[in-house]
């Protein structure tokens, strides 16, 4: 998904599920924030770089692809972009490292979207920002890893995109780093094919390019994983259901629910705007900001003010070192942390090391990956507060 999704529906669907016009900003800022996070960005912040929720391009470009290197990447789009749907799912007459590559395809209403957003629950409004970002992309990401392989990203000629008039066109992906899709012709920008199994050019749906990220999209392909079985993809209802799911989520963070239960999605809610909002998904365009906006305006009668990457630096920067995990992105910093920790906890005890070795830190302490050691810094500190 792209900015019009995490930062102004986010905000529309945080409006319509109580929250305060200010409360909507700040987490529609942070799930937006999560595509935004690189440790480049982190370093000019003085910030931890373990807090790291994306990679830019030139990042990934420079790196490694050795075990290490692949359990760093996988930590961070595994956690945030391409939530494992099915830890323990079983491939008959598959290898073990193929079988656990194969948990790691994104799916909706997956086993760790609850415990994604129980840490939303006992955390921040930053935490519930991290949350829906993680919950949209589940919808957009479906059948996609958010590791490098060959075998699960990689897409062929069988790409069809399924127009509206009912019609279909094979999809024309090209490797032209800066060119714009040409929606018209059905031209896309992909990563541009390796025959490596961890090419870097492999991860996550960079081999389909924007398409899972454009809302109105419709297409229908044939991956190497899925048994010859033809996979079609429709947007449009993907995105509404995972707009009616944050609502539901969002309510139940505000302690509207006693629990968070997967498939419920609070389509009641959202009734009134259901045409608007089904009109903005299906239009043919790269960016879909303006609309959001204005659906945001017209629910909340306040003014949504662009996303500002810049906004809430200067308060890091200039405050004390003792108050930083205080400001708005040191508690942005410390709910991404736990975010991955969690994930990649529950990776490892799955039987699978693709995200590193870890031990839950919140019962063991620190040991194994450095990323946590802010974590368990700050649980010592808590304990002696107790």
């Given at each position: 998904?792209?900015?019009?999704?995490?930062?102004?529906a986010?905000?529309?669907?945080?409006?319509?599920?109580?929250?305060?016009?200010?409360?909507?900003?700040?987490?529609?800022?942070?799930a937006?924030f999560?595509?935004?996070?690189?440790?480049?960005?982190?370093?000019?912040?003085?910030?931890?770089?373990?807090?790291?929720?994306?990679?830019?391009?030139l990042?990934?470009?420079?790196?490694?692809?050795?075990?290490?290197?692949?359990?760093?990447i996988?930590?961070?789009?595994?956690?945030?972009?391409?939530?494992?749907?099915?830890l323990?799912?079983?491939?008959?007459?598959?290898?073990?490292?193929?079988q656990?590559?194969y948990?790691?395809?994104?799916?909706?209403?997956?086993?760790?979207?609850?415990?994604?957003?129980?840490?939303?629950?006992?955390?921040?409004?930053?935490?519930?920002?991290?949350?829906?970002?993680?919950?949209?992309?589940?919808?957009?990401?479906?059948?996609?890893?958010?590791?490098?392989?060959?075998?699960?990203?990689?897409?062929?000629?069988y790409?069809?995109?399924?127009?509206?008039?009912?019609?279909?066109?094979?999809?024309?992906?090209?490797?032209?780093?800066?060119?714009?899709?040409?929606?018209?012709?059905?031209?896309?920008?992909?990563?541009?094919?390796?025959?490596?199994?961890?090419?870097?050019?492999?991860?996550?749906?960079?081999r389909?390019g924007?398409?899972?990220?454009?809302?109105f999209?419709?297409?229908?392909?044939?991956?190497?994983?899925?048994n010859?079985?033809?996979?079609?993809?429709?947007?449009?209802?993907?995105?509404?259901?995972?707009?009616?799911?944050?609502?539901?989520?969002?309510?139940?963070?505000?302690?509207?629910?006693?629990?968070?239960?997967?498939?419920?999605?609070?389509?009641?809610s959202?009734?009134?705007?259901?045409?608007e909002?089904?009109?903005?998904?299906?239009?043919?365009?790269?960016?879909?900001?303006?609309?959001?906006?204005?659906?945001?305006?017209?629910?909340?009668?306040?003014?949504?003010?662009?996303?500002d990457?810049?906004?809430?630096?200067?308060?890091?920067?200039?405050?004390?070192e003792?108050?930083?995990?205080?400001s708005f992105?040191g508690?942005?910093f410390?709910?991404?942390?736990?975010?991955?920790?969690?994930v990649?906890?529950?990776?490892?005890?799955?039987?699978?090391l693709l995200?590193?070795?870890?031990?839950?830190?919140s019962?063991?302490?620190?040991?194994?990956?450095?990323?946590?050691i802010?974590?368990?810094?700050?649980?010592?500190?808590?304990d002696r507060d107790?």
């Amino acid at each position: 998904m792209q900015m019009d999704f995490h930062y102004y529906a986010t905000y529309c669907a945080a409006v319509i599920a109580g929250y305060s016009h200010e409360d909507s900003l700040s987490i529609a800022y942070s799930a937006q924030f999560v595509d935004c996070c690189s440790r480049t960005l982190l370093s000019t912040l003085h910030a931890p770089g373990a807090a790291a929720t994306t990679q830019l391009q030139l990042e990934l470009m420079n790196a490694r692809t050795d075990l290490v290197g692949l359990q760093d990447i996988t930590r961070i789009w595994a956690s945030f972009h391409f939530l494992p749907g099915d830890l323990h799912a079983q491939v008959k007459k598959a290898s073990r490292h193929y079988q656990n590559k194969y948990r790691l395809i994104c799916r909706p209403n997956s086993a760790l979207l609850p415990d994604t957003v129980e840490l939303a629950k006992a955390g921040s409004l930053q935490a519930a920002g991290i949350a829906m970002h993680v919950l949209a992309d589940t919808w957009a990401h479906s059948c996609f890893a958010g590791t490098p392989s060959l075998v699960i990203n990689n897409t062929n000629f069988y790409f069809y995109e399924l127009l509206p008039d009912g019609k279909e066109r094979q999809v024309d992906f090209r490797h032209s780093p800066g060119a714009p899709d040409d929606l018209e012709k059905g031209i896309y920008n992909s990563s541009i094919y390796q025959n490596s199994e961890n090419a870097i050019m492999n991860l996550g749906h960079g081999r389909a390019g924007h398409l899972p990220d454009y809302s109105f999209a419709r297409y229908r392909y044939l991956p190497a994983w899925g048994n010859c079985e033809e996979i079609v993809k429709d947007n449009p209802s993907d995105y509404y259901q995972a707009f009616c799911q944050m609502i539901y989520a969002m309510k139940y963070l505000r302690g509207l629910y006693p629990s968070f239960e997967l498939c419920r999605y609070d389509t009641g809610s959202v009734a009134p705007w259901e045409t608007e909002i089904r009109a903005i998904l299906t239009k043919r365009q790269p960016d879909a900001c303006a609309e959001w906006k204005a659906l945001g305006e017209k629910i909340s009668g306040k003014e949504v003010e662009a996303f500002d990457l810049k906004r809430y630096h200067a308060e890091y920067l200039e405050a004390p070192e003792e108050e930083k995990d205080d400001s708005f992105l040191g508690r942005f910093f410390l709910a991404a942390l736990k975010q991955k920790s969690m994930v990649t906890n529950k990776i490892y005890k799955s039987g699978s090391l693709l995200a590193g070795f870890s031990v839950d830190y919140s019962e063991k302490g620190f040991r194994g990956i450095r990323d946590y050691i802010k974590l368990a810094e700050q649980k010592k500190g808590d304990d002696r507060d107790d």
